[in-house]
DNA sequence: TTGTATGCGTTATCAG
DNA sequence: CTGATAACGCATACAA
């Protein structure tokens, strides 16, 4: 136990008798002769040294730390994504440095040019800035924007979510569907939901309607929408697909409040996979992202040592799961 | 724009034509001659330069990482946690290393050993492990667990908490208490939940059964205990505080499946302030912790320079919200 | 193979 | 008040 000074090689090599670069050797899984490995093993043990990481990473030019970008952890999916990037990120003995945006532009970028001087091995983000820049040279991965051609883009197949869960209501017996949506007006991946959605309609022949606001509206908003479209204590929808679990959740509260019954009188499918309590229930009938699996890939390629070309956009497959908000 | 070479202090040494030492002093807020202080900052805006923070922390023996460890994200409270910690921390300037152990006692003691390398200005710790061992010398809080004299705990007013959930059930009319909790065997200040429900209904008089189960146990045995306790569609008690809000949401499950109308025929306390979705209606009644309060008191504690003496323990004012399942 | 010496980018100590 | 220089702990090129 050391307590009171800091255990340096230097004092290993001592201790053990030998050279500085032999315990450096050792440290770093150079081969030495089995008798000096022996010995600073020993050393090591006995001083409870370890290594400084920063000199280390000075050193290197390079630490074991990624940079996280996320808007806040109160969002159960971005808490998700959070600690399923810690865990993949413990896996490969590489440590999270979260960093939280709350979707401000400016905080976005700054935390961004912060990671220069955090020598970083490496972020993934999820933002919105549509000007952001990333400082060529770090290894960076974008979770459901596209930042440009050198950033790979990771997200759930939102395109095929899209017409999944149009596909699923109409097959419930659906025959007037609505999508709604608020979210950031400038492009993003998840628009793609929209897209799939309006496919599977428009080629099934149902009418639909998409009812999308931007991140300034508030659900007031999709409340008067709604109620507009109530008469005589019936929606003229009988099918809704909400952008998000959290649209879904609030959009089921107000239709609940106003004596719509679902799943009977109008079924509804969110998007993301979002559980109570993060494994309880699911909150609404959902589009599931494969929240671990897009951490994972995240993750192996910002750590791939390599530099060989990677893909400009990974999409990766969702499924139904039925919670409650739709018949089947 | 820098591109490809690292800037460096003497860069801009040299860009301003000053020394090495001048620069830093400028960087780091000491005086210096106005024409200096300008053809720095200056130098500084065009080679756009950023200070290494691994060279700073090896140079100071000290980073701007605040190291936090906790359990998981899934679970909302701990999330919420993060969540505010990590905001109080980066208006401090001041990073959050998360790290995620899922009460795993070995994993929490490797990475508290792990804080040594880090060179982390402070701990913020929520752990289960009971021989826990915490370098001295680093500045350490502990959330809702005793870990010794050095180590400050931070948590909220569990007993009073407790209390409060007691007295709101009998005054709300209810006459047959229990109270309900899977956690921890290990001591720990979320037991004085139990304490002050216990002391309010003796102090009023009121019956009660506390159904304590620890880690091990799994949501069916208390299952088991509901259902060995209704008889004719009844339920013995009428009024239940359960020492979390996923309990109580569990409970609340369980009893709804059985036909058991709350709050009508059983009133639901929980304990935390878990809302959907982070923000939006609360989960259960319950007992309100002030996350926010307790994130911002522990940061504070682990960055006071000043080594006085700090408080032992601090519990935190908590507050009852009717969040549907209590009559009022 | 192993040991020695240098430099990574800072801050801090001294002379000037 | 400023400039040169020595550490901080490590990895590595080079010498032995």
Redesign the interface.
Known sequence: MN??R?ITMKDVAREAGVSLGTVSKVINNIPVQQEYQLRVDAAVEKLGY??????K??RM?K?S?VQVILP?????FF??L??CI??AL?ARSY??????TESDYDREQAYI?LS????VSGIICLTYNPDLVIP??IPAVSIDRNLGPDITCVSSDNYAGGEMAAKKLIENGCRHLAFIRIGSSLPNETDKRKDGFVRACTDAGIPFHCECLNDSASFSEIESFLSAHIQHGKLDYDGIFCAT??LA??VL?FLTENRIRVPKDVQIIGYDG?R??????L?CSTIVQPVEEMARVSVNLILSDSSQRIPYSIQLPVQFASGGTTLF
Chains 1, 2 share one sequence.
């Open positions: 307590e009171n800091k370890h290594v400084n990481r920063y000199a990473a000075l030019n630490s730390f806040n952890l109160h969002n159960p808490a998700k959070a600690d810690c865990r413990a440590e999270m440095l979260l960093m939280l040019y220069e001087e955090q020598m060529s040279g679990d959290l959740y609030q509260a979002v109570h309590f993060g494994d309880q229930k909150v």
